[in-house]
């Protein structure tokens, strides 16, 4: 194929009438179909309905400790969940601690915590002029949510194949005591799929950050979301980096099973220092009585181990590898050669990232939409919803079913053709 | 018998050496038995089990409109679980938002919130000097706790049988902006078993506080907790009163199923004006991507509706009454009369409030659990953990067996006893 760019106006406007042809019958189709989030399909979900059974109106409620996991008490989770979370993300138990169904829970509370009660005996956040974050971008918006709620002032660092450019990060954070956390999906990250190389992670565990109370927001969303059994990426551990380092305190490691059991109803881990998670505690005494440890016993009876978890995963890329791949094929076979677009290739995770020339993210997500097909909003992978260069879209193919998925991206890349034309026309 | 203050000198040596024999003889019998807390005991947590196999692994998982309950999604509840638990509390679906397991967490998240965002429009409590909260005492330790917490100047306010001393509440907040917020537990209150009279309820309703962003935090955590199938409190819906006198956004009121269902993994519910709910909207749609919303099906496949929950707690009654009883007949059977205690007779909740002869309430907890028994520590009740008397005691009778119970009875009422004729010995 040609690319679009050195097409004269005359071949422009003849590809953006066949386009537009081709657009309305996809359009006439009637698709109605959401894959502006992250969720696993209706398949992936059933994987976990065993568990279900685990624990039942005979079982055994007790934990190995010999507590009852009906009642009050236990705040930092029942010993045998500590040690299913804590290696699941390469760490043990004494760095953990056991919460409920959502890790973006634990961020939010980290963040409003700090805000109201300041970082190991610092200043609070809410008392100081201003605060700032990183915020490596393309990212997950989410974070980006979290922050911006509590009027913390966000800073775009470059994404690069192997984790944040640290360069970037090394000079600002050693310069500026106003910047007092980054936010990392250091494994197949939201929404690139690239994974931290072991220098990314040494470089982060050896920051020396101008304030004594910033913090690596570490979510290791997908440290088990492997889409193969044999090409998988590997992620430092981060705790034990920063321990070597000798900045045991300077992350804050977050993830959960969401993607790995229930969305709604699995459950999360904070790992950190001791003196972190003395920290936290003693915020999380005043703010619950414990978490849902049913639901923990459920997980480890259902998992046991992380070998569990991981022969688990191996059933979700089974069915969700198949949806990545036809998201590729479609878009390596429409849309190679015509210089409108890249993508990301990831090998886990839960998105492929695609950036449109210049100017045309927008545009082509109101495209997709008009033909009944909702992506995540264009400049939501950015600080502040805005992308400078209007042109990251990301694409999350796990909740279709392969046959809607096929239709869809076969409209997103028609939609990509179609307002690619528009803009080299100067129409957009 | 005789009042105690009315012996003379000698007879209290005689009764101090007789009570001292006695409180030896029940310490060699080594009991171990924490009544610190307000914890259902086994056979109450067995009544719920039943519920476990109601979302299995061949469970429908989509609740009533089609939404399936393991994926993402639902910020404020599914709608089946928002009917059930707002009828609980006696208002309807529209008030409500249903978060995780935990009111305490709600409550928590509530204080931290109009800290740092303040209340639909008002500064931010963390900006302000001074926040002050009204403190009704005895009341629930753990709510003193947030507020203390969170820097929260506490103001003790009398606690009368049909609520908090009004004309005192009144008075305050009509003159004084920094008071935020009171906390009230207003059916079968903590520690005393008080539920607040119509009266009350309406004049907390009409309450004129100088402070706009003023909220009252409405406990009702013992919303549905009888112990008697006949005799049973009472308590006007405050939402509805709050509307009626043209103050809708006046208060918050929380409850949960950890009392009802599992105290672990039991269902939390927000009720609140439209506006408040709004606010509390946009808190958490950047705080969670939602709760737990298999337990909310579990929860509503084996409740049903409120009646089936009314029918539920009827079972708990028959199982925690006795206990009540047991306590209350030892009282009454030992230390009618001697003028060294009174208590309350709750027809609900979970504790008997105990108040014994000024400045002798830590001995006496001291002295109980040099038998082996732990109570709730002597002046948790009031904010700041100080009772101004040291007098009042929180008597949590639901965890024991009946046979442990019986015998920490007899070893409580033999603390008071001897404490008391240390008093007045003038030996404490």
């Not at 201003?130 to 989410?142: T, W």
């Not at 999906?185 to 931290?196: A, D, L, R």
């Not at 999360?268 to 703010?287: F, G």
């Amino acid at each position: 194929m040609k690319a679009y760019r050195q097409l004269d106006r005359e071949k422009l406007l003849e590809l953006k009438k066949e386009l537009t042809q081709q657009f309305d019958e996809v359009k006439a189709k009637g698709l109605s179909l959401d894959m502006s989030r992250g969720k696993p399909g209706k398949d992936q979900l059933d994987l976990s309905m065993p568990m279900l059974d685990l624990v039942n109106a005979g079982s055994d409620m007790k934990c190995e400790n010999g507590m009852d996991c009906r009642n009050y008490g236990v705040l930092d989770g029942i010993p045998e969940a500590k040690r299913l979370l804590s290696s699941m993300i390469d760490t043990d138990s004494e760095h953990v601690i056991v919460f409920g169904n959502s890790s973006l829970n634990i961020m939010f509370d980290t963040v409003s915590r700090c805000m109201l009660k300041g970082v190991l005996g610092s200043t609070p956040w809410c008392k100081l002029d201003k605060v700032k974050f990183l915020c490596p971008s393309p990212g997950y918006d989410r974070h980006f949510k979290v922050t911006e709620f509590f009027g913390i002032e966000m800073i775009t660092v470059p994404m690069l194949p192997d984790g944040p450019d640290m360069d970037v990060v090394e000079e600002l954070v050693s310069k500026d005591e106003a910047i007092k956390g980054i936010w990392c999906v250091p494994k197949y990250s939201n929404p690139q799929g690239y994974t931290y190389s072991d220098e990314t992670v040494r470089r982060f565990a050896n920051l020396k950050p101008a304030a004594k109370d910033f913090r690596i927001f570490w979510d290791n969303a997908y440290c088990v979301h492997h889409l193969y059994e044999e090409d998988q990426d590997s992620l430092l551990d981060i705790i034990t980096e920063c321990e070597k380092a000798g900045n045991p305190d300077l992350v804050l490691e977050f993830a959960s099973t969401s993607k790995v059991s229930f969305p709604g109803a699995g459950v999360s881990v904070l790992a950190a220092s001791k003196a972190n998670l003395e920290e936290v505690k003693k915020y999380i005494t005043t703010q619950t009585i414990g978490h849902d440890k049913i639901n923990q016993l459920r997980h480890v009876r259902f998992f046991k181990d992380v070998e569990g978890i991981e022969e688990h995963m191996m059933k979700h890329a089974a069915l969700i590898r198949p949806k990545f791949e036809a998201v590729l094929n479609t878009l390596d076979r429409e849309l190679s050669g015509l210089d409108i677009g890249q993508w990301t290739k990831p090998k886990g995770g839960y998105f492929i990232s695609f950036d449109s020339m210049e100017g045309c993210a927008k545009a082509i997500v109101a495209k997709t939409k008009e033909a009944g097909v909702v992506m995540t909003g264009a400049g939501a992978t950015f600080p502040y919803g805005k992308d400078p260069k209007d042109s990251n879209i990301r694409i999350a193919p796990t909740l279709p079913s392969a046959q809607e998925l096929a239709l869809a991206a076969e409209i997103f890349v028609l939609s990509v053709k179609l307002v690619s034309v528009e803009k080299l026309l100067g129409e957009i």
